[in-house]
Structure formats: C-alpha cells, structure tokens
C-alpha cells in the first residue's frame, strides 16, 4: 500500500459536538429560511444540515420532503435510472459483522464465477432489459484486479439477440492504489463506488475487526486515489444503521465537500443503504443504531437539499412502497430484478450465497410498469458518460438545470427501446402512451422536433440512440 496521505477530513468530535449544539438552536423559523436557500438548488452548508437534521415533527419533516420533492422535479425532471447488481463472487477476506460474505461465515455457500458464467450472466440481464450494471465482488485473492479487469471486457464484450450490450459497467469493489485505478479507467469503466460503511472510526473499527478492510484511512482515502488515477465519476454511500445518521449524513457532506476542493468535483452519486437481515451476520440482525421509515425518508430528503446536482441511488433493500415513495424526494438511480448471489441472474432458483436480503423481489418490467404508472420515465440512457460529459464537466451541465434537455430525450429513447425489445405487451401499451403524453408537452422546437427524430429512428429499427 501507498504511503497515506494528507489529513483526515472527518473531524469526529466536532461533528458530533455540532449535532448536539444544533439540537438547541433549532426552530421552526431557522426550517423555513433553510429550505428556502435549499430552492435556490445551490446546496447546503454544514450549519444548515446539522439544524434540518433535527427537524423531528411530522409537520417539519413534511416540509422537508416537500422541499426535497420540489429540488429533484426541478433538476431532474421525472428520470429515473434503472440499473442491476452483477456480483462475481462472495469470497471475502474481511470480516465486516454486517454482511454474509465475512470471511467468518463458515454457512455461506461459496462461489466465484467463471469467465463463462459472467457471459451467462450479462445475457440473462440483458434479457431482462438492462443496459447499465454496478459489478461487485468481495475483497478476496480469490478476486484480484486482474479478474475483474477481465470480467468488465466479458461484460462488454457480451451480446443479446438483439445485438444490445451493457453500455455501462459502474464498479464496486475495494479500494485500490492509484496505478489500480489507472487501470480500472483503462477498461472504461462508469463510476466507482466504495461506501465508507460508517464515518465514525471509532465504530468503524469495532465493525471491522480483521481484514485489509479494517484500515480506516485507506478506505476513507480511497476517492481521492480513485480521482488521482483518472477517475471521474465516484459514488460515495454509508451503511446505514451502523451510527448515528444524523452523524452519517454530516459525514457525507464533508466528504463531498472534501472532493469537491481538492478535485473540483463533488461525488456523482451517494447510495443510502440501511442494513439488512443476512445469513451470519450479527449486527444485522441487531442493528446498532436503527433507522425508521420516517428518518429514512428525511435522510434522502436532506441529502438531496445539501447536494442538488449528485445521484441518490437506492437499492432493492427497501420494499416496495417505500421504494414508491422515496422516488418522489430525492432518488434518481434504482436497481431493479437485483440478485445478490453470484450466478442468481442465470439460475434464477439457486438462492445461496446472497449477500443479504431483498425487500423488492419485483421483475425490472413490473418495476418498470410502477414507474410508469407514477408518471417517471424509466432510463437506461448512458449519453453523458459516452459523450464524455462526466466528471466536472457533467457538474458543469448539471448545475444551469441543462442536464434535462440531453436526459430527458435520451432517457426517452433508452426507455422507447426497451418497450419495443423487452417490454410485456401491458407495460408497452401504457409506456408508448406516457411517452406520447411527454413529447406532446416539450414546448422547445428543437427539443420537440429531435426527440421526435429519434424515437422514428428506433422505430425503424435504430438502437442506441443518444445526444
Ligand atoms: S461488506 Fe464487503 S468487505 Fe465486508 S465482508 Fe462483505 S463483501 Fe467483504
């Protein structure tokens, strides 16, 4: 490992001290003049999310959410992107007391797959219509870089009856040195998560009691390698139940706000897991620090307050109606028909090995049928990151609220595709009326005339259609 760097930016005590001091000058009126500065879509200090953190009344909390909702129609529009776990392999040499693959855990079926079975797998998932992955492995020598080098060109490599691929492959796996991240951006990778799990070390160390993952620096430092090694893209995410969320989210925001000045560019996505139950895994069955439905839902709000421009991406942890609900405050990236056991896609019946628990066990197309009946636009669009509009220059486009007049055609042209190749015959009927119903209200002429273009095109049988 490289020498560590620089000093860490998660000043522990203080932020718990803030918290505590927030608690009392928090006021009905301090809610109103936050949210009011969070309209004008330019974030949130430190200051002001330590005071939301507090709001604790259906009331406020209301209002919130109402805010929340408000930020992610204006930047977001009603995209969501649809995504799907592959994972590798379950080997791993940690021994994180939340997850089933802990090295410890003697019960789980291992497996690891085969060069093969990773095109097996690709093709199963884009039978179902995808065309975005987040692969994922544990940290093992079962599991070297190399392999996974070589699993992402199998990925992209592979193809469907209809000539599709996986157009964007975003990586999970553990941290790396900076040449490995050279090379993980050599593949063409999207973005690389690495969720800290928790920011508050003395915790964090508890939690990992054995393993390379138990070095807390190296973790927390991983972003600032991943961006050193040609990176554009990060996602940041907690863990959470394993602390205080309110401490979490403060966490976050420093984070984000540490990449931002020393990259000039924030987090792309942030992902807000909340521990589930799995197979031989204490603390998740006794969560440290439980997180209700209702401060669940404030965390998303909150976080997409502080940081209008970065992805919340949500997992099919969370139930269905949850999952619902959560759309309208803040998420903008779902998986969706997600396995967490290696070869689950293939052998749909073969339930060991799985990391932990699902709440949504719907298909990608009954999903997909409950986005559209809520109105959004499901999306597989990967324009941005194909036309090089990542990184700064993604933030750059974003932040103007630009970011609609490319997504919005292009996610209507991903979804267009999806409905005429994979759709049941119920979702197509009602996709094509939403999607009549949304070119008839673009009022920009141009914008009306080239997403009218486009969608000819795949009608005459073009695919992969993007700005
Ligand atoms: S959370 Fe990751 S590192 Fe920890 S045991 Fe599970 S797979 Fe391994």
Request: proline share 5%; hydrophobic share 35%.
């Amino acid at each position: 490992m490289q020498t560590l760097p620089e000093i860490p930016f998660i000043p522990r005590d203080e932020l718990y001290h803030r918290l505590e001091d927030a608690k009392k000058h928090y006021s009905r009126e301090k809610l109103h003049d936050i949210l009011h500065t969070a309209l004008k879509l330019k974030g949130l200090s430190l200051v002001d999310v330590s005071l939301l953190l507090q709001a604790e009344t259906d009331d406020d909390i209301h209002l919130i959410l109402s805010a929340a909702h408000t930020v992610k129609e204006a930047i977001y529009g009603k995209r969501m992107v649809l995504f799907a776990p592959l994972y590798l392999g379950n080997y791993c040499s940690n021994n994180c007391l939340y997850c089933a693959f802990r090295k410890d855990n003697i019960r789980l079926g291992r497996a690891l797959l085969t060069p093969q079975q990773i095109e097996e797998e690709t093709k199963a998932l884009l039978k179902q219509g995808h065309k975005r992955i987040l692969m994922l492995t544990g940290e093992d020598e079962h599991t070297p870089l190399d392999y996974v080098l070589e699993a992402i060109r199998v990925v992209y490599a592979t193809r469907d009856d209809h000539g599709s691929s996986i157009r964007r492959i975003n990586v999970e796996i553990a941290p790396l040195d900076v040449e490995g991240f050279r090379r993980l951006k050599a593949e063409k990778i999207g973005t690389y998560a690495c969720f800290q799990e928790t920011y508050d070390e003395v915790l964090y160390t508890k939690y990992h009691p054995s393993g390379p993952k138990s070095d807390y620096l190296w973790r927390l430092f991983v972003m600032d390698r991943a961006m050193k090694g040609g990176i554009d893209d990060v996602g940041l995410g907690v863990l959470f139940g394993l602390a205080d969320y309110r401490f979490e989210v403060l966490a976050l925001l420093l984070h984000a706000q540490h990449l931002e000045h020393s990259f000039g560019c924030g987090p792309h996505t942030i992902s807000v897991p909340r521990i589930e139950p799995a197979d031989g895994a204490p603390l998740s069955t006794h969560v440290p620090y439980p997180v209700s439905d209702k401060d669940f839902k404030k965390i998303v709000a909150i976080i997409r307050l502080a940081l209008p421009y970065t992805g919340i991406i949500l997992s099919t942890r969370e139930n269905e109606t949850l999952r619902q609900e959560l759309f309208h405050y803040g998420v903008s990236q779902i998986s969706a028909g997600s396995r967490t056991n290696p070869g689950a896609y293939a052998h749909p019946d073969d339930t060991t090995g799985s990391q932990f628990s699902l709440g949504d066990h719907r298909s990608l197309d009954e999903v997909i049928s409950a986005l559209i009946d809520d109105g959004f636009i499901p999306s597989f669009c990967t324009g941005c990151y194909r036309k090089g509009r990542v990184g700064q220059d993604f933030m750059d486009l974003a932040r103007p609220g630009l970011i609609q007049k490319f997504c919005m055609p292009n996610g209507i042209f991903s979804f267009r595709e999806y409905l005429e190749d994979y759709a049941s015959p119920q979702t197509k009927e009602k996709g094509l009326r939403l999607i009549a119903h949304l070119v008839s209200e673009i009022k920009d002429h141009n914008l009306k005339t080239k997403t009218q273009k486009g969608l000819t095109e795949i009608m005459e049988g073009k695919r992969d259609v993007y700005y």
